[in-house]
């Protein structure tokens, strides 16, 4: 085999944009409003627009950190944001523009849910941006709106007294619905290597009654769709369990490490974290490490050199179900953004191969990046047509088929997941995973294996998909299933081992 396989998308030229002057340096603020823009206007991934912005401006680590954090958290709580708003705000809603109504939501997101900015930097700063805006009349409504926020909130995240926190572990064991208040929101915030469970108290009544009216109080404490909401209950009959769940996915959840233990050792990370201040511990398997919160671990020289890539626990149970075996031929069927393609590659050791597929050339190019970082030479990536054309030629050994899903799973990991989700979406989704979980059926060869994945907790995008596949392939058998809940320890999936017979 050769170092660098030769597939369809290699060789493909990118056109570079023209040279032009350095634009002036933004801080994290106003490039934290620049992406929550971007993302009103055109559903566009803050992340996305972020990794823009920082190379256009050359932005410090630190701010980049402090943007990340302020544009994710602000699309992660903004229902529960506008609710607080929808409050205090005296214009009608339609009567304040869009931009300004954003604005808004940057700055009450900084009086109550961040600890670590202060008050006066979290009103003065937020102000100031009616000025990138191009709105300066503008600043008299914003910083009363925020002022009269600030003076109505009874306790909050910043207080110097705090018995009113309590672990998000011990939260999500023992909360129950008649617990919440309309006049209490409850934010959960890292602090201390865990994540706190804060109830930020306001003068006033923000948030529906628990008693009279249930998922809309859910619903809005917890920055989640009505509907997704009265899904949850549908399929779990327990409003208990879904406040839990919903509460989990506030926050981004506890970030997790892959080692590629073709390039170094599991001590090795846990050694540079702790140097550059990051507590780690062990996780699970033998390639993982779990982080308390969030990091930017990317800064990390042994990231930079392919020590290790960031992947949900959950994630990595997908290649480790597979159990590829030393020489095998492997195929992930939709395998952008490349995190599970390079697992399967580092369990063979360096042996055999593993077929990367997917569609268009961006996410061809991030899987190749990805590779290229870790130092793998036995990934092969294949562009396909939306239609699925060409398939790879087969017959494989073992193929993961980690599907397109709804992402309930992954909501607070991933911001804007909840408000591209529809009702429709699953109508949309569902028959592409039979279609696919049953094209990866067809290029296994007799005794081979199949995992069909998603990072879904929805029953109808899981079991129910393989079980009605199941009755249309007789020769397959399910040998396992593995069902991730959110929380416990990481983030949502669900994963199953399917077997060809002889």
């Not at 009450?108 to 300066?136: D, F, N, W, Y």
């Not at 628990?210 to 404490?221: F, G, K, T």
């Not at 997790?256 to 540079?272: D, F, H, I, M, P």
């Given at each position: 085999m050769p170092d660098r396989p030769i597939n369809p998308w290699h060789g493909k030229k990118v056109a570079s944009s023209a040279r032009r002057s350095m634009p002036a340096p933004l801080n994290a603020r106003a490039l934290a409003l620049r992406a929550l823009l971007a993302f009103s206007r055109d559903g566009t991934f803050v992340a996305r627009t972020l990794d823009e912005l920082f190379h256009q401006h050359q932005t410090p680590v630190r701010e980049r950190r402090l943007a990340t954090e302020l544009a994710a958290e602000t699309v992660r709580r903004s229902l529960s944001l506008e609710t607080i708003l929808s409050r205090y705000v005296t214009r009608p809603r339609d009567?304040?523009?869009?931009?300004?109504?954003?604005?808004?939501?940057?700055?009450?997101?900084?009086?109550?849910?961040?600890?670590?900015?202060?008050?006066?930097?979290?009103?003065?700063?937020?102000?100031?941006?009616?000025?990138?805006?191009?709105?300066?009349?503008?600043?008299?409504?914003?910083?009363?709106?925020?002022?009269?926020?600030?003076?109505?909130?009874?306790?909050?995240?910043r207080d110097s007294d705090h018995a009113d926190e309590a672990p998000l572990t011990d939260l999500l064991e023992s909360c129950t619905v008649d617990q919440l208040r309309?006049?209490?929101?409850?934010?959960?915030?890292?602090?201390?290597?865990?994540?706190?469970?804060?109830?930020?108290?306001?003068?006033?009544?923000?948030?529906?009654?628990?008693?009279?009216?249930?998922?809309?109080?859910?619903?809005?404490?917890?920055s989640l769709p009505e509907w997704l909401m009265q899904r949850w209950q549908a399929q779990m009959n327990d409003?208990?369990?879904?406040?839990?769940?919903?509460?989990?996915?506030?926050?981004?959840?506890?970030?997790?490490?892959?080692?590629?233990?073709?390039?170094?050792?599991?001590?090795?990370?846990?050694?540079?974290?702790?140097?550059?201040?990051?507590?780690?511990?062990?996780?699970?398997?033998?390639?993982?490490?779990?982080?308390?919160?969030?990091?930017?671990?990317?800064?990390l020289p042994l990231f930079r050199d392919g020590g290790f890539s960031v992947q949900d626990e959950s994630a990595m149970g997908a290649a480790r179900l597979l159990d590829p075996h030393p020489g095998e031929s492997i195929l992930d069927l939709c395998a952008a953004p490349g995190g599970k393609t390079c697992h399967l590659a580092e369990l063979l050791q360096g042996t055999g191969r593993v077929v990367a597929c997917d569609v268009a050339e961006d996410r061809l190019r991030t899987i190749d990046h990805n590779v290229r970082r870790l130092q793998l030479q036995n990934v092969q990536i294949w562009g396909m047509t939306p239609e699925g054309e060409p398939v790879p030629p087969g017959p494989f050994d073992a193929v993961l088929?980690?599907?397109?899903?709804?992402?309930?799973?992954?909501?607070?990991?991933?911001?804007?997941?909840?408000?591209?989700?529809?009702?429709?979406?699953?109508?949309?989704?569902i028959p592409l995973q039979r279609r696919l979980l049953s094209t990866a059926l067809k290029l296994v060869r007799p005794g081979g294996r199949v995992v069909y994945s998603t990072c879904s907790i929805d029953r109808e995008e899981n079991s129910d998909v393989v079980q009605q596949v199941l009755a249309e392939h007789p020769e397959i058998q399910l040998v396992s299933e593995a069902e991730h809940w959110p929380g416990v320890p990481a983030d949502g999936g669900y994963q199953a081992l399917l077997r060809r017979s002889h």
């Open positions: 009567a304040v523009e869009p931009d300004l109504w954003w604005l808004l939501q940057l700055g009450v997101c900084q009086l109550l849910c961040l600890r670590h900015i202060p008050v006066h930097a979290a009103v003065h700063e937020t102000v100031s941006l009616c000025e990138e805006l191009g709105k300066p009349r503008a600043k008299g409504f914003i910083n009363g709106t925020l002022r009269s926020i600030e003076r109505e909130v009874v306790h909050s995240c309309p006049h209490q929101w409850p934010v959960v915030i890292p602090q201390d290597s865990q994540l706190m469970v804060h109830r930020v108290e306001l003068a006033r009544e923000v948030f529906a009654s628990a008693v009279h009216d249930p998922i809309l109080a859910l619903s809005q404490v917890s409003l208990d369990r879904v406040l839990r769940l919903a509460l989990w996915f506030t926050t981004p959840g506890r970030m997790a490490l892959r080692v590629n233990l073709q390039r170094a050792s599991r001590e090795e990370v846990l050694s540079a974290l702790e140097e550059a201040g990051i507590p780690g511990d062990p996780g699970e398997l033998p390639e993982s490490i779990r982080l308390p919160g969030t990091a930017a671990v990317a800064d088929v980690d599907v397109p899903c709804s992402n309930t799973g992954v909501l607070g990991k991933r911001p804007e997941a909840r408000w591209r989700l529809t009702p429709a979406s699953f109508l949309e989704l």
